[in-house]
């Protein structure tokens, strides 16, 4: 199993900056990419952006230009860097690990989420 463990949220006024960490521990093996998603209340859970094991990156478009996804392979952890925050980036941030293993030509993937951190975008 995969454990993650998220830090970082919290309460920032519009146009600041926090910085999200999510730890990995337990069965860190073949994991392809690791990404943060975001669920604001009422609404479903979004992709935010996505880093896989070679270092490429994906991006909502409504983040783009003001958040950076990174990871650490060694301490098996994701950062998301959000500056210029906004009101409405205001959600649940949840991390993701994609396990990703190729049995005798066969893909299986298994998901791993974290707990989740609150992320108010506040004056």
């Known amino acids: 199993q995969v454990q993650l463990v998220e830090s970082g949220g919290g309460l920032v006024q519009p146009g600041g900056s926090l910085r999200l960490s999510c730890a990995g521990s337990g069965s860190i093996f073949s994991i392809y990419s690791m990404d943060w998603y975001r669920q604001a209340p009422g609404k479903q859970r979004d992709l935010v952006a996505s880093?896989?094991?070679?270092?490429?990156?994906n991006y909502a478009d409504s983040v783009k230009g003001r958040f950076t996804i990174s990871r650490d392979n060694a301490k098996n952890t994701v950062y998301l860097q959000m500056n210029s925050l906004k009101p409405e980036d205001t959600a649940v941030y949840y991390c993701?690990?994609?396990?990703?293993?190729?049995?005798?030509?066969?893909?299986?993937?298994?998901?791993?989420w974290g707990q989740g951190t609150q992320v108010t975008v506040s004056s």
């Open positions: 880093i896989t094991k070679s270092g490429r990156t």
């Open positions: 993701h690990f994609l396990r990703r293993t190729d049995v005798h030509g066969t893909v299986f993937d298994y998901d791993y």
